[in-house]
């Protein structure tokens, strides 16, 4: 098993790139090229406009990028090239077939495993970097083995992602772990040993936690099972907040201050998004289906059944208090990203709500500081007016270029994502009032109206997830 000089990353997406841009920021004597299929996403890493917005990242590629970090299509140079290469590529839940609405979709795994099984002469470490099925190394063990010529020697690796988006830059420089699963061997020991190395030369030695390969796989599908529960949790007990009169936000920070419980993830809301929560809990449930196990695959379900109710809870409460009726009412949707910090709107709680809304006839003015007018299009489907080639069922919103500009004529406004500029005090909440429609409301499905006293006072009607009125 060679040291490290050379590493290739097979997907340059949401975590392939920052993880490995990190990586060779941290490390300008290794050379590191991550590599994708997808021409738009590696000329869009190579420009000025980087594919992905993530807070501190366009400083750190630019800074290595032609020194020792570098984007290319040419998968197959790279792969060859390499020492170690990250498996990076995605795991989507399967739309067809067996499993499909469960288990995930490891054809592109497997594209990658068998690229790598013909391409690369002298073996390499393969680091599972995508979120797998726990056992999947076995399977691209036996394609390795299958494929590739007798003196290329391979070792598997698991060293699953936790970065959250928006916060991907500070969670790679300063990672609460970095988990390094290997097999039981002399060989998969050393394998380890040289990615541990690797990371070394930036993480703290105590974050560097090294296991068996099938621990490190499942950990990732149980941490992220274990944090998607929280807010599902809260989520459920803001359902008898609302009921009760109790405040979610005091319940929670009474629970928060039970070190036992913890301080995080328990902030009530519009439910989970983003494109690992829901996808990671179908494949832990379908993999206790596989196992035998209905009552564990039953039990972790009922956390996305929580998740999809939340969503649709927070729509129905708008119709609701609107008077039961919203069709052809203008409703301004402040933020459409799953998340702050970040343009993704994969799995956004956004685009249930807004279809909901449309569904019900609304006229919706949307507007998020970092999601495209092209990616809600392709969300929503395209906007009514649109010059669409294609039949196509257009929808009736329109995108705007500011808070105030989606407000104006609107009889509610929507906070979906928990933008800092939504919470700020610049925000001239007399300006808005005055440009909306009466009775104005404010629907709160994040909790970013901090006094909601003084804009009652205004004259807005607020309602908060998991406070009411
Ligand atoms: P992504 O869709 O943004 O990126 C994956 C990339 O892989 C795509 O650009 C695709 O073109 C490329 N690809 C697919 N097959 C390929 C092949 N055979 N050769 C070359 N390139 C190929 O996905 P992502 O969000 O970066 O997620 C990747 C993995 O990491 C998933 O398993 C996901 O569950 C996991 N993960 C994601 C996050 C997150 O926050 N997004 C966090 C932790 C773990
Ligand atoms: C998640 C995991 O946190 C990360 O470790 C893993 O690597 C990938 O999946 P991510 O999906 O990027 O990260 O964002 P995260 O911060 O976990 O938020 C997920 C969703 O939960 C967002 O829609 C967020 O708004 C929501 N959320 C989070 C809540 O509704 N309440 C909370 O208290 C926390």
Redesign the pocket.
């Known amino acids: 098993i060679r040291s490290v000089k050379n590493i290739c990353c097979i997907g340059a997406g949401y975590v392939g790139g920052p993880t490995c841009a990190v990586l060779a920021w941290k490390c300008p004597d290794i050379k590191v090229t991550i590599t994708d299929i997808a021409e738009d996403r590696i000329r869009a890493w190579n420009s000025d406009e980087l594919p992905i917005f993530e807070p501190g990242l366009d400083d750190i590629v630019k800074e290595a990028r032609g020194r020792n970090l570098f984007f290319t299509t040419d998968v197959d140079g790279s792969i060859e090239a390499a020492d170690l290469i990250f498996v990076s590529v995605n795991t989507p839940t399967k739309v067809a077939g067996i499993g499909a609405g469960l288990a995930a979709d490891l054809c592109y795994i497997e594209a990658a495993t068998r690229r790598i099984a013909t391409v690369s002469k002298r073996g390499a470490i393969i680091v599972e970097k995508s ?1 797998v099925p726990c056992r999947t190394a076995e399977s691209m063990n036996q394609i390795l083995s299958a494929l590739s010529p007798s003196n290329a020697t391979f070792e598997i690796l698991s060293n ?9 830059v500070e ?1 790679l420089l300063d990672p609460a772990r970095v988990l390094i699963g290997s097999m039981p061997t002399t060989r998969g020991r050393l394998a380890q040993q040289r990615l541990a190395e690797v990371y070394s030369r930036w993480v703290r030695p105590e974050a560097i936690v090294t296991m068996g390969l099938w621990s490190s796989e499942l950990s ?1 599908l149980a ?2 099972a274990l ?2 529960q ?2 599902s949790s ?2 459920a007990i803001a359902a008898i907040c609302e009921r009760t009169e109790a405040n979610v936000h005091e319940v929670s920070s009474a629970c928060r201050l039970d070190l036992r419980i913890g301080s ?14 829901q996808k ?1 809990l179908q494949n832990l449930v379908y993999l206790s289906l596989s196992l035998g196990l209905p009552e564990v695959a039953e039990y972790w379900k009922q956390v996305l059944v929580m998740n999809a109710w939340t969503k649709q809870r927070f729509a129905r409460n708008i119709v609701q208090k609107m008077f039961s009726t919203i069709t052809a009412k203008h409703i301004a949707i402040l933020g459409f990203a ?3 910090d ?1 343009g ?1 709107t994969r799995e ?2 956004a685009i249930d709500v807004c279809r909901d809304l449309l569904e019900d006839g609304a006229l919706l003015h949307i507007y998020d500081p970092k999601v495209s007018s092209s990616a809600i299009n392709r969300a929503l489907g395209p906007a009514k007016g649109s010059n669409v080639s294609f039949q196509s069922e257009q929808r009736a919103y329109t995108v705007e270029a500011s808070m105030q500009q989606a407000c104006v004529g609107a009889s509610a406004l929507v906070f979906l ?2 933008w800092a500029e939504f919470e700020s005090h610049a925000v001239d909440w007399k300006a808005i009032y005055a440009s909306m429609s009466k009775p104005a409301w404010i629907f709160d499905g ?1 909790n970013i109206v901090k006094d909601p006293t003084a804009l009652k006072k205004l004259g807005f009607i607020v309602y908060q997830s998991g406070v009411g009125y």
Do not use: H, M, W, Y
Request: charged share 25%.
């Open positions: 979120t699953p992602e936790f970065l959250a988006e928006g916060t991907a969670d990732k941490a992220n944090l998607a929280r807010v809260i989520n995080k993830f328990l902030e009530a809301g519009i439910g989970f998004g983003g494109s690992c929560f990671d799953f998340k702050a970040t993704d956004a709680p994502t928990k994040r």
